[in-house]
């Protein structure tokens, strides 16, 4: 099967999976990187494998990031599987509790190797010469984090902040991923809830200021902690959200209340009764009608060669926006 030509640019492609996740990373050296599959059946992997096929023209997806067992995340990857080549799979590992609930189907489709992620892991990727380094870092995952030390900057816990209940769920056992590109930086935290987001930020940064922050678990309430979100400091937030999943009225007054947050994208338009409270401009988000209508249109994202801005598009309304990195 032929490769596809170098892109030259990195890009981000947030696909529309009705409020689960599929974020397709394009690197420079002509890889791709899925991270997460969406739902089984036939809708997601179709829209993924159609992405893939008509925007990306790519034919094979190089590294699959499996972040978590919830059937939003690793539950499209089997039937992905053949539609579309895969090579390596990363995961957190199969414990001996996940093997009943991913079934024979994860466990079995066809893939050129796997590997587990855990904290300090790169996913191997290829550089271009010329070109800004590029990395795929796990912070985290199973609940563990990568190990502090003195270049983490200190960050003390703010006297408004609060916790919530534990989060006893597969949701706490998310990988977390920095995508850097020379000073372009992408923070994926997949479903990482309340509680684990303070201690990935507090007593000490383990993540940095980053451009870009997909928000987590799809921007419920029960994530996307304001202490995270400001020591993230993100100029740039994405929701892979649904119609009526995730956008929760605090998350998204979390967004507004950081001060380095220049805009908010949305892959679907909050359609619950408390939407008009909760939705960006309606140029910045890309589907806007209720599921059985809804024709899958995705956020792109593309990043400068020389890694100093970034322009994030939606086709569906024509919007496109220039941003610079930190």
Same mark, same amino acid.
């Given at each position: ?57 790519i034919a094979k997806i ?32 199969? *414990?001996?509790?996940?093997? #009943?609930?991913?079934?024979? @189907?994860? !466990? %079995?489709?066809?893939? =050129?190797? &796997? $590997? +587990? ?62 995508? *850097?590109?020379?000073?372009? #930086?992408?923070?994926?935290? @997949?479903? !990482? %809830?309340?509680?684990? =987001?303070? &201690? $990935? +930020? ?81 140029? &910045? ?33 024509g919007h496109a926006q ?5």
């Amino acid at each position: 099967m032929a490769k596809p030509a170098a892109a030259d640019t990195l890009r981000i492609h947030w696909i529309d999976v009705e409020g689960g996740a599929a974020t397709l990373i394009l690197t420079p050296a002509g890889e791709s990187i899925l991270i997460d599959t969406g739902m089984p059946g036939l809708r997601d992997p179709v829209r993924i494998h159609r992405h893939c096929r008509d925007i990306a023209k790519i034919a094979k997806i190089d590294h699959l990031v499996i972040t978590h067992f919830d059937l939003d995340h690793y539950g499209g990857a089997a039937d992905l599987a053949k539609l579309i080549p895969v090579g390596r799979v990363y995961d957190h590992g199969v *414990r001996p509790q996940d093997v #009943e609930r991913v079934g024979d @189907a994860y !466990l %079995t489709f066809p893939a =050129e190797r &796997r $590997l +587990v992620l855990t904290p300090g892991d790169e996913v191997p990727l290829k550089q271009v010469e010329g070109r800004p380094p590029l990395t795929l870092r796990c912070l985290g995952a199973l609940q563990r984090f990568i190990e502090p030390t003195d270049a983490h900057a200190e960050n003390p816990l703010p006297e408004w902040a609060k916790r919530k209940d534990p989060d006893l769920s597969h949701n706490a056992n998310s990988i977390v991923l920095l995508l *850097r590109h020379g000073n372009f #930086e992408f923070f994926d935290g @997949a479903d !990482l %809830t309340w509680n684990l =987001e303070e &201690r $990935l +930020v507090s007593p000490r940064n383990l993540v940095g200021e980053v451009d870009v922050y997909q928000t987590n678990h799809h921007g419920l309430d029960v994530s996307n902690n304001p202490v995270l979100i400001r020591a993230l400091a993100p100029r740039v937030a994405v929701m892979n959200n649904g119609h009526r999943k995730g956008c929760g009225p605090e998350m998204f007054a979390a967004l507004k209340d950081t001060p380095s947050i220049e805009a908010i994208y949305q892959v679907h338009r909050n359609l619950r009764p408390d939407g008009d409270q909760a939705n960006t401009e309606p140029e &910045r988000i890309a589907n806007t009608t209720e599921a059985e209508h809804c024709t899958a249109h995705p956020i792109l994202l593309e990043v400068g060669a020389d890694a100093a801005s970034y322009t994030v598009t939606v086709p569906s309304t024509g919007h496109a926006q220039t941003y610079r990195t930190k």
